[in-house]
């Protein structure tokens, strides 16, 4: 997976708490430059850009998160996209 670059003021978009079935998930950007993904009761997860809103999960082979925006460029919800199916999380 070749990573893109994307600028701190793009990945502020996404930072954020979601709502996937009750469980709060969080974004939030580190060394100023790199997007990572926390779900309670597991490592935080460092995300790499591989295309426009979408991230590769740098420890898990096969994992992704898809962010969906709305019509004004708000994101909207995230999706995991893995190899057991696809799961939605809203953003709070």
Not at 5 to 30: C, H, N, P, R, W
Not at 76 to 87: A, L
């Amino acid at each position: 997976v070749e990573a893109k670059t994307i600028a701190t003021k793009e990945l502020q978009k996404y930072v954020g708490a979601y709502d996937l079935s009750g469980m709060e998930l969080k974004f939030y950007i580190k060394d100023n430059k790199t997007l990572y993904a926390f779900v309670p009761g597991q490592p935080e997860y460092e995300l790499i850009p591989v295309e426009q809103d979408k991230f590769a999960l740098k420890a898990l082979n096969g994992y992704s998160v898809k962010f969906d925006l709305n019509d004004t460029g708000k994101v909207t919800e995230v999706v995991f996209i893995q190899p057991n199916g696809n799961f939605r999380a809203k953003k709070k």
